[in-house]
């Protein structure tokens, strides 16, 4: 089974900027699909980002523009970029395999303070 790990989260005040990475396992990862989710406390968990194996990447439009999700096929990782965070992006922010199969990480928490 692959197995994903995230690293990264952390206390920020808002306007500020982190970086999660996920490790995967997995000797075919760069043909997954991969992607970034996140939920907030009393909310469903929403996908915020998508990375396909051509490098294509699809964002949800309150982090357009502000969040940029990556891939280094090389290292088996993905990493999602975070700036202008706002109080709003406080979440657990989760690694998601999308394809072929689905599996989550474990979590790291995100918080911003106003």
């Known amino acids: 089974q692959v197995q994903l790990v995230e690293s990264g989260g952390g206390l920020v005040q808002a306007g500020g900027s982190l970086r999660l990475s996920c490790a995967v396992s997995g000797s075919m990862f760069s043909g997954y699909t991969m992607g970034w989710a996140r939920q907030a406390p009393g909310k469903q968990r929403e996908v915020v980002a998508t990375i396909w194996s051509s490098g294509s990447t699809t964002y949800v439009d309150s982090v357009k523009g502000r969040f940029t999700i990556s891939r280094d096929n090389a290292k088996k990782a993905v990493y999602l970029q975070m700036n202008s965070l706002k109080p709003d992006d406080t979440a657990v922010y989760y690694c998601?395999?999308?394809?072929?199969?689905?599996?989550w990480g474990q979590g790291t928490q995100v918080t911003v303070s106003s």
């Open positions: 998601k395999l999308v394809w072929p199969v689905v599996n």
